[in-house]
Nanobody
């Protein structure tokens, strides 16, 4: 079965950096688009970033406006892993971060277009 395991969360300081990893198994990783979402206490889960599958052309990346220019998504197909490099952290980035497999064509922002989810990793940013 498909398994996604996030790691790399923890406590960061405002202005600092963290890198999240998501190791995937049970699927042909290179053929799947991947996404990162986050959920803060009392808020709905929201899209953070996405990366297209590795086709003949270069991968395409997507970002929420709130993280554009600060976060970078990447993938290493040899390691079946997708990363989220988070720079210039803000207290508003505090949330549980989830990676997911995008299994349906359509809006990257909609969680219903993703079929497999990791257990999440907590990111806490102090001011």
């Amino acid at each position: 079965q498909v398994q996604l395991v996030e790691s790399g969360g923890g406590l960061g300081q405002a202005g600092g950096s963290l890198r999240l990893s998501c190791a995937a198994s049970g699927l042909t990783f290179a053929s799947n688009a991947m996404g990162w979402f986050r959920q803060a206490p009392g808020k709905e889960r929201e899209f953070v970033s996405g990366i297209s599958w590795s086709g003949d052309s270069s991968t395409i990346t997507y970002y929420a406006d709130s993280v554009k220019g600060r976060f970078t998504i990447s993938r290493d197909n040899a390691k079946n892993t997708v990363y989220l490099q988070m720079n210039s952290l803000e207290p508003e980035d505090t949330a549980v971060y989830y990676c997911a497999v995008k299994s349906r064509v359509g809006n990257w922002y909609w969680s219903r277009n993703y079929s497999y989810w990791g257990q999440g990793t907590q990111v806490t940013v102090s001011s």
